[in-house]
């Protein structure tokens, strides 16, 4: 069965450091996103992406946040300059688009340590 | 905005007993319901979905749910839990209203014990 796949597992970064997490989504699907989970707290919706660029976006996905499909098999999630606060567990998702009632698969996620 | 509450934060359990677990969302409108499941080290995965039709869905590994559109509810059930039921239970929603982001519960630590 398909999997949506994450690297690196786990990434320690310096405050104010840029990071950039990477996934490799089901390759038929249309629909990208991005979520986390600070440690202790709910999922919480980031972005989504579809064609090429952003369909849908938090209040958390701010200036410092990009994300991008470099390729046809990579979508990545970029940290320009790392916070504190931006700790957390990152998962990934994809969807295949057929219509609103789609199923989202997620990734293993990437665990971020900023210190 | 939608949320969704999930009251069980910790549920222990011996094998055979019967599992609920409760699930409440505050939307107006038409949903998309979820559970996800997270066994320990592994991601989340898709228990069962609930788009329209038969309130009672049926998902993988005996599990099935309920939807109860007058109680704003998508409670969880096992009639019989195994040890390797022990996972972290997410329920999710997200609006029918052309938006994909999911909104998550905080999650039900679930515990069998043999």
């Known amino acids: 069965e398909p999997e949506v796949t994450q690297t690196p597992s786990h990434q320690v970064t310096q405050m104010g450091q840029e990071v950039i997490l990477r996934c490799v989504p089901i390759?038929?699907?249309?629909?990208f996103y991005w979520y986390r989970q600070i440690l202790g707290q709910k999922v919480e919706f980031l972005v989504s992406f579809y064609n090429n660029e952003i369909s849908e976006k938090s209040e958390i996905f701010d200036d410092q946040f990009s994300v991008e499909r470099p390729d046809g098999s990579n979508f990545t999630l970029k940290i320009r300059s790392t916070k504190l606060e931006d700790s957390a567990m990152y998962f990934c998702?994809?969807?295949?688009?057929?219509?609103?009632?789609?199923?989202?698969?997620f990734g293993p996620g990437t665990r971020l340590t900023v210190l | 905005a939608q949320s969704v509450s999930q009251h069980n934060h910790h549920v222990i359990l011996s094998e055979a007993a019967s599992l609920e677990l409760g699930c409440n969302y505050s939307?107006?409108?038409?949903?998309?319901l979820f559970w996800y499941v997270q066994y320990p080290g592994q991601h989340l995965q898709l228990l069962l979905k609930?788009?329209?039709?038969?309130?009672l869905v049926k998902g993988i590994k005996g599990f099935e749910a309920e939807f109860i559109k007058s109680k704003f509810s998508f409670n969880l059930r096992k009639p019989s839990v195994q040890w390797s039921d022990t996972a972290e239970y997410f329920c999710?929603?997200?609006?029918?209203?052309?938006?994909?982001?999911?909104?998550f519960g905080s999650g039900t630590r679930l515990q069998v014990q043999p």
């Open positions: 390759s038929n699907h249309l629909y």
């Open positions: 999710a929603v997200n609006a029918y209203t052309g938006r994909r982001a999911l909104t």
């Open positions: 939307y107006g409108g038409t949903v998309n």
């Open positions: 998702a994809s969807s295949d688009g057929q219509g609103f009632t789609d199923t989202q698969y």
């Open positions: 609930y788009f329209s039709g038969d309130p």
